[in-house]
């Protein structure tokens, strides 16, 4: 089983849709959880760290569920300038400085 | 604002050359990392370094080297390019604590086809 896993995708959606993503991650012990951005051919940028308690950033939400050992990313009104792939990191015991990040879901926003 | 710079977006190497990928931060970042990008496999830590000269190795290593010898700067080395190291490689940095303390800054990558 993968540390961290995402499905793929791609998720299609029209503008103006709610969507949400999952991530499970194996390792109980995880400390630290994020969902970065990359858009197509450009590099990942942290989007938002996820907190025990959830935590919203505009039309973003993060919720992590630690019994079921997953995170989610919430966005609300999706906007054209949404569409990219949403990774999923999450820092797991065992080494320093150790993160491990999910592949990847994708998603495009549609006019 | 803050920076991340590699030297080469796209590169075409033969097999068996000697390869250097460079990689500047303009954040007097303690950390810094490089990364491999493939399809289906998401982002690999070949190996990082939390200070001038100190390396340490991430999960994929083998095939590569990496130097710091100042702490903005740090390159990875393919000594014997082979084809299956055809990837996008990514260089990231961060403050001293690593990416729990903080955000990974990455660069805009370096596209490696090797023939």
């Known amino acids: 089983r993968k540390e961290v896993e995402q499905d793929p995708g791609p998720f299609n959606v029209p503008e103006g849709a709610t969507v949400a993503f999952n991530c499970t991650y194996s390792n109980s012990a995880s400390q630290s959880f994020f969902w970065y951005r990359q858009d197509c051919r450009k590099e990942p940028k942290l989007l938002m760290s996820v907190y025990s308690s959830g935590n919203e950033d505009g039309r973003f939400t993060a919720q992590l569920n630690r019994a079921s050992q997953y995170i989610s990313l919430l966005i609300r009104d999706s906007k054209l300038s949404d569409s990219a792939t949403y990774l999923c990191v999450v820092k797991t015991p065992g080494g320093y400085q150790k993160v491990t990040f999910g592949t990847g879901t994708k998603l495009q926003v549609i006019p | 604002d803050v920076k991340v710079t590699q030297s080469s977006r796209y590169l075409v190497k033969r097999t068996g050359e000697k390869v250097f990928l460079e990689c500047v931060q303009d954040?007097?970042?303690?950390?810094m990392f490089w990364y491999r990008q493939d399809p289906g496999l998401g982002l690999r830590l070949i190996y990082f370094s939390y200070d001038v000269k100190m390396k340490e190795k991430g999960d994929i290593p083998e095939g590569y080297s990496v130097s710091r010898e100042k702490k903005e700067r740090f390159s990875l080395i393919l000594e014997s390019a082979s084809t299956n190291q055809t990837s996008m490689y990514l260089c990231a940095s961060s403050i001293a604590g690593g990416p729990v303390a903080g955000e990974l800054f990455f660069g805009e990558g370096s596209r490696l086809t090797v023939l």
């Open positions: 954040m007097d970042h303690e950390n």
